[in-house]
């Protein structure tokens, strides 16, 4: 069995949590990651058949049953999750029975899952009916995407119209737009199943007054993702309240589009 800290998928979660937390996205325990593990990847590491805890899940996930996540722990501050990986993150198996998850590794101080698994596995079922390559789902709190919840227009086209214009990859970066959800109550089932509802059309999601959802093949994918419309959410912030003279038209937008040959998120340009 090889040393768990070793694996290049634990280390670039570590890496990928870091950076999130040096972009100011993870205040203390602000945000958690998931990221798909094949049994191959992980046995290596674990025994399989050795499950060390079982927790109820509090929900329940059926396409995704003896699947492996190595997951954020609740509570626990990305700052550390770099120097304490076995205490602030685990990997988790969801059981047969679909609503137990079986710990195989980590939360090494009695600890937990995120609080947030509920909308981290929903997405990833979502995101995995549309696109089967998809391995991350990212949540974090970043301040420009979460200052424009509070001025902006929640309406999705109006948001993502917004962000599209800010800087000219965006479009690029995701052509499938973004959703938003209004505010609710965090480390719910319900806003799990709001949150799959909207990745079935989008890789981000808003959460209003919250932060943001991403998703991706890959822990770099996610994370382009968000770092992309953050981005563009402090442009925004620093033009909102000035005479705008210009901005990159439908036109331009739907150039880029056709340049690249991208799928448009339907009915979002004029
Ligand atoms: P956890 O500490 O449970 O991961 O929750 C953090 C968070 O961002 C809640 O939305
Ligand atoms: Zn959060």
Redesign the pocket.
């Given at each position: 069995m090889h040393d768990i800290l070793t694996a290049p998928f634990l280390v670039e979660l570590v890496r990928t949590a870091t950076n999130m937390y040096q972009h100011g996205w993870d205040e203390r325990?602000?945000?958690?990651i998931s990221l798909l593990l094949e049994e191959e990847q992980v046995r290596d590491y674990v025994d399989v058949t050795h499950v060390l805890r079982t927790i109820p899940a509090g929900f329940t996930a059926p396409d995704l049953a003896g699947r492996y996540f190595l997951v954020?722990?609740?509570?626990?501050y990305f700052k550390n999750i770099q120097y304490y990986p076995a205490e602030n993150l685990g990997l988790i198996r969801l059981a047969q029975d679909d609503s137990t998850v079986e710990v195989l590794w980590g939360f090494s101080d009695g600890g937990r899952f995120?609080?947030?698994l509920p909308a981290h596995l929903m997405s990833h079922s979502a995101r995995l009916a549309v696109d089967p390559a998809n391995r991350v789902v990212l949540?974090?709190?970043p301040n420009n995407l979460l200052a424009m919840t509070f001025v902006h227009d929640l309406d999705e086209r109006a948001f993502t119209r917004t962000l599209w214009q800010m800087c000219t990859e965006c479009i690029m970066v995701f052509p499938d737009g973004v959703n938003v959800l209004p505010w609710m109550l965090?480390?719910t089932a319900e806003i799990g199943q709001a949150t799959a509802e909207k990745m079935k059309t989008a890789r981000l999601v808003v959460w209003a007054q919250?932060?943001i959802y991403g998703a991706g093949a890959n822990l770099d994918e996610a994370f382009g993702l968000i770092e992309t419309a953050e981005k563009a959410a402090e442009v925004y912030l620093k033009i909102a309240r000035l005479p705008w003279k210009q901005t990159i038209p439908d036109v331009g937008l739907r150039q880029v589009a056709n340049h690249l040959g991208l799928t448009v998120r339907k009915g979002f340009l004029d």
């Amino acid at each position: 069995m090889h040393d768990i800290l070793t694996a290049p998928f634990l280390v670039e979660l570590v890496r990928t949590a870091t950076n999130m937390y040096q972009h100011g996205w993870d205040e203390r325990n602000g945000g958690n990651i998931s990221l798909l593990l094949e049994e191959e990847q992980v046995r290596d590491y674990v025994d399989v058949t050795h499950v060390l805890r079982t927790i109820p899940a509090g929900f329940t996930a059926p396409d995704l049953a003896g699947r492996y996540f190595l997951v954020t722990g609740t509570g626990k501050y990305f700052k550390n999750i770099q120097y304490y990986p076995a205490e602030n993150l685990g990997l988790i198996r969801l059981a047969q029975d679909d609503s137990t998850v079986e710990v195989l590794w980590g939360f090494s101080d009695g600890g937990r899952f995120t609080s947030e698994l509920p909308a981290h596995l929903m997405s990833h079922s979502a995101r995995l009916a549309v696109d089967p390559a998809n391995r991350v789902v990212l949540h974090c709190h970043p301040n420009n995407l979460l200052a424009m919840t509070f001025v902006h227009d929640l309406d999705e086209r109006a948001f993502t119209r917004t962000l599209w214009q800010m800087c000219t990859e965006c479009i690029m970066v995701f052509p499938d737009g973004v959703n938003v959800l209004p505010w609710m109550l965090c480390g719910t089932a319900e806003i799990g199943q709001a949150t799959a509802e909207k990745m079935k059309t989008a890789r981000l999601v808003v959460w209003a007054q919250h932060g943001i959802y991403g998703a991706g093949a890959n822990l770099d994918e996610a994370f382009g993702l968000i770092e992309t419309a953050e981005k563009a959410a402090e442009v925004y912030l620093k033009i909102a309240r000035l005479p705008w003279k210009q901005t990159i038209p439908d036109v331009g937008l739907r150039q880029v589009a056709n340049h690249l040959g991208l799928t448009v998120r339907k009915g979002f340009l004029d």
